[in-house]
């Protein structure tokens, strides 16, 4: 870490994006995104706040991984429990980033309430030396969202300026600058109080995503089952309603020990309750989270279930708990 100022001071975490990305084609929009280091990105910002930098990563975060999520997770946690600290701030690449404010929720979440700090993530669509760039507002947008000494400690994303809920954060359009926008959380849905633990490198269980779509098939179900896969998360049709080519593998993978929860491939709107028809009953609604999300919730509550507690608690009691569900217990 280079340690460029006086304390207390903001943390601003880089690992890479358009954000800090370079254009390599200055005729048709072409760029390579994670190029510039958050120290230069940073020499564009005034602030008010002392800033220290640290380079996490410099990637596309189209090839995050899940070590790298957790050694960000390791370094946030560092950051909120160090008195010099007021505030974190993560550049990152707009691709992925709901992912990570969701692993950010579930294992510092409760720690920056506690701490009464913010962990800000923000970013940018286009790259650093475009004309319009918008990653120089955004990080100051960010910076300056994060010293603020307010109420609002917890997990959060500012981007097109707007501070946006960590949890609620999604990406909605593939180009347009103001990209980004919250989805509305259930008025019940309750702040998970203890962080989670975080997985080491090599001990994220596996979880995949499967769509349902027109002339589905479950062959891809029955091979994920036989490598080993330990949880699906289905991207239903609709309010997550599944093609009934795929309904009996996912049961058969179901009473086999595979967990399964059931977001919708639209990605907005609250999955709850049961499908009408019957079909999937074992399986968990995913509450609010869009498929990406639910796998990263998915993976935390599995990997959670088998760490020794006093009160042990299974998956889906987990899971239940991360999103909001009346299971909840
Ligand atoms: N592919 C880029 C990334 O996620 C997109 C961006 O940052 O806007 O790193």
Known sequence: ??????????????????????????????????????????????????????QLSNIDSCDLSEPLLSELGVQVRMGLADPEVIGIVITHGTDTMEETATFLEFVCGGSARNFGKKVVLTGAMLPSDHPQADGPGNLSDAIEFAGKRDSQSGIWAVMGSKP?????????????????????????????SNDLPIPPDNQWPWVEIITSHVGARPETITFLKNH??????????????????????????????????????????????????????KALSAGNLNPAKARIALQLALFASTQSSPNPLSWQDYFARMVGLPEFR
């Open 1 to 54: 870490m280079s340690n460029s100022s006086i304390s207390p001071s903001i943390l601003v975490i880089g690992t890479g994006g358009t954000i800090a990305g370079l254009r390599t084609d200055l005729g048709n929009g072409g760029y390579q995104a994670g190029q510039v280091p958050i120290s230069t990105l940073l020499t564009q910002i005034n602030s008010k706040f002392p800033l220290k930098n640290m």
């Open 164 to 192: 946006i809920l960590g949890l609620a954060l999604v990406k909605g359009h593939s180009s347009q600058t103001n990209a980004f926008f919250g989805e509305a959380l259930p008025n019940d849905w309750v702040q998970v």
């Open 228 to 281: 080993g896969v330990q949880g699906i998360v289905l991207a239903g049709t609709g309010a997550s309603t599944v093609h009934e080519s795929l309904a009996p593998a996912l049961e058969q993978f179901m009473e086999a020990g595979g967990a399964v929860v059931r977001a919708s491939r639209i990605g907005r709107g609250y999955i709850g309750g049961s499908l009408a028809n019957g079909r999937l009953a």
